[in-house]
């Protein structure tokens, strides 16, 4: 659905497009807790998607405007920084409810009497947003600049062809930069979801403790990474580096394959903690940088669009083979729940690999790519 709301988000008020999707997407996260059955969760759960996918194409396109070229990499930073937050705090969270809530079976809430204590979490999470889209009214939809004028000077208004003929000039930009984030997203996804049982396999920890700790690393080493890379990403733009976005990957591939694989298999606790901070930090950096480097390049016409296009590549590679991979490694390659561990590293390992290649492959395109987009006449 992500498609057709960017293209909405690149025709329409965007704001009012966000507000609308965090209401659906915060009711039916709190309807998912008197699901009934398979398809009710199915239906409440296929519907929080659709509510998020109005999100990261209009809020993209948005910030495009509001910020200069030179601040764009720390502002879609900051904007991203929302992903380790919800994701440090999911595991902070979860993992201290759960532990709390496996000696409660059951809890009464007005309105829905007893239910099992497991579903109060989607109204822990969900009623809280509806109030957070009356929230975003306070928001100026801003006018927006960088848009493709026809020769006489008008606003184009392009078509789903004439979008796909933007897209396609350069789509060599496209799918390196898409690429070199199904990687980075892989490494994400692969320990966001394997790391707190590998913490309970491989060191003995509790779930509560576990969860604590990644969140509390994801969550602070996740935002200053990001933060670090949006810096970095502007810094060399204003040098005149036109492939800075892309470096920021390349560090990124390194910093994170080198460390992240050690920590994991670093025996002693203490190294491990150590070495999982500057691991987390390096594999946060691109984050920003990657949205921006697609805005930077597109006019506004087609922003959502093509965020929509990235995010859909992204979440078809990077949340399938993340959590994929180390069990596949795990079951059939080692066949042992105990070699969590090397299977988690050999991932890392291998889409860092991957990441560094992708990135460094599309540097040539994407500085011409840059350079026709700063010579158009984008008003």
């Known amino acids: 659905m992500g498609l057709p709301l960017g293209r909405y988000a690149d025709t329409r008020n965007r704001r009012n497009l966000i507000a609308a999707g965090i209401l659906i997407w915060s009711a039916l996260t709190a309807a ?11 239906v409440t759960r296929t519907g929080v998607g659709v509510g998020e996918a109005t999100l990261s194409p209009a809020a993209f396109s948005l910030i495009t405007d509001y910020f200069p070229t030179s601040r764009l990499g720390i502002a879609l930073s900051i904007y991203s920084m929302g992903i380790f937050v919800g994701s440090g705090l999911a595991l902070i969270v979860g993992g201290t409810v759960v532990q709390m809530l496996s000696q409660i079976p059951f809890l009464t809430v007005p309105f829905l009497g007893a239910i099992a204590s497991w579903r109060v979490t989607f109204l822990i999470v969900g009623v809280p947003g509806l109030l957070m889209a009356l929230l975003v009214f306070t928001i100026r939809e801003p006018q927006r600049r960088h848009l493709l004028r026809a020769t006489d000077g008008s606003v184009s208004k392009l078509n789903l062809k004439e979008v796909w003929d933007q897209v396609r000039a350069r789509l060599s930009s496209v799918l390196g930069i898409s690429l070199g984030m199904v990687f980075q997203s892989a490494c994400s996804y692969a320990f966001l979801a394997w790391g707190p049982a590998f913490l309970q396999r491989s060191h003995g920890w509790t779930t509560g403790h576990a969860g604590r700790t990644l969140g ?6 996740g935002c200053l990474g990001m933060f670090l890379g949006g810096t970095l990403c ?8 036109r492939e800075a976005p892309l470096r920021v990957g390349v560090v990124s591939a390194v910093g994170t394959g080198i460390l992240l694989p050690i920590a994991i298999l670093a025996g002693n606790t203490a190294w491990m903690t150590t070495l999982l901070v500057p691991a987390l930090l390096f594999l946060a950096l691109p984050i920003g940088s990657s949205y921006a480097a697609l805005q930077l390049i597109f006019p506004n016409q087609v922003r959502g669009q093509v965020s929509a296009l990235f995010l859909f590549i992204l979440s078809l590679g990077g949340l399938t083979l993340g959590p994929l991979l180390p069990g596949l490694l795990s079951d059939y390659f080692f066949h042992s729940e105990k070699m969590l561990g090397p299977s988690l590293a050999i991932t890392v390992a291998s889409a860092s690999i991957l990441m560094f290649v992708a990135f460094l492959m599309t540097y040539r395109s994407y500085r011409e790519h840059h350079r026709v987009a700063f010579t158009q006449e984008l008003h």
């Open 234 to 241: 502007d810094y060399w733009q204003r040098l005149g580096i």
């Open 216 to 221: 509390i690393l994801t969550l602070l080493c």
């Open 32 to 42: 998912c807790s008197s699901a009934k059955n398979f398809w009710s969760l199915f």
